[in-house]
């Protein structure tokens, strides 16, 4: 199965819930059939914790176009919202953010891709999308009002380029992206000090084979922690092999601790922070090349740091 638009795909958007963290899943229901050889792919939640919705975000696109052959200006390929205040039983109509998501008099600009994964609230309220744009650059849009408005951020500057972005919040309030690289042996991180709007000079990030990987804050000493704790996942390679956790207890500048969660071939992940505080780790596992199965994992912090338990 290649990207939207890269061969003769029908891809609708499916998704499954569960009640009880993660044990037990629904069987597969589909959130948007778009058409025939149309493509609705790229899924990027949120919980809006004030209002109790869920979010996602994805990518429309028309037979044949690609984010090679979208063509600037139309809506070759749209980016889409939908929303739930029935913890998935139900979904909104879509919402059309194309034309906040992509400068539509851009003659370059053929698209704008949200996560996969990746999107975040704050804990003043803004609702956080991280999206990638093609020809490649980074960004963010944002709603301060639960999704009523949206804004576009700017791009994370240099010539780094880079896509399949995820988000975190710091102890400080700044927001750290997390970015997936073009070519080079390293990921790229960017730190926003005004919510995502504005992006200061990124800096190399972890050392792995280009991926889409997870980021996500696990405690906060602020809000009783023990100690601050982000966590991100990503194959550990050779190439797409041995997916592993890592743990930074200085707010992103260093991953230290690495746990193995697979030795098998292991590509895509995303993470999500569970209501009894363990980790749902959701990733694409192979027992040969080609990754056959979604996985879901769940770990704790008797998994991460097993010494102090």
């Known amino acids: ?11 609708d958007l499916v998704y499954r819930r569960s009640t009880n963290n993660g044990a037990t899943w629904s069987p597969m229901k589909v959130l948007e059939d778009p058409g025939e050889l149309w493509s609705a792919a790229n899924p990027a939640t949120v919980v809006d914790r004030a209002k109790a919705k869920v979010w996602v975000f994805y990518l429309r696109s028309r037979p044949g176009r690609s984010t090679d052959t979208s063509r600037p200006g139309t809506d070759d ?5 939908r929303w739930s205040d029935d913890n998935g039983l139900s979904w909104s109509e879509p919402l059309d953010l194309t034309a906040v998501a992509r400068d539509m008099n851009d003659t370059a600009w053929r698209a704008s891709v ?8 704050t804990r003043a309220g803004r609702l956080l999308v991280p999206i990638w744009k093609a020809p490649y650059a ?26 399949e972005n995820q988000l975190v919040e710091l102890a400080n309030g700044h927001i750290l992206m997390d970015i997936r690289q073009n070519s080079g042996p390293h990921r790229w991180l960017a730190e926003s000090a005004d919510g995502g709007a504005t992006w200061a000079e990124p800096r190399p990030g972890l050392a792995v084979t280009p991926v889409a990987c997870a980021i996500e804050r696990f405690t906060l000493q602020a809000a009783g922690a023990q100690s601050n704790r982000i966590v991100w996942t990503g194959p550990k390679g050779p190439e ?8 930074s207890y200085d707010e992103g500048r260093t991953f230290k601790l690495e746990r193995l969660i697979s030795e098998q071939y292991a590509a895509y992940s995303d ?16 027992v040969e090349r080609g990754y056959q199965f979604i996985t879901f ?4 912090l008797e998994f991460l740091e097993p010494q102090s338990h």
């Open 1 to 11: 199965m290649d990207d939207p638009g890269f061969g003769r795909h029908d891809i």
């Open 77 to 81: 390929m749209q980016t889409l919202a």
């Open 114 to 121: 949200p996560g996969p994964g990746g999107p975040i609230q």
């Open 138 to 163: 980074v960004f963010t849009i944002y709603s301060d009002d639960h999704g009523r408005s949206w804004q576009r951020g700017q791009f994370v500057p240099g010539n780094q380029g880079g896509d």
């Open 240 to 247: 797409r092999r041995q997916l592993v956790i890592r743990v």
């Open 271 to 286: 993470l999500a922070l569970l209501k009894d505080r363990s980790l749902g780790i959701l990733w694409e596992r192979g």
């Open 297 to 300: 994992t769940k770990v704790g």
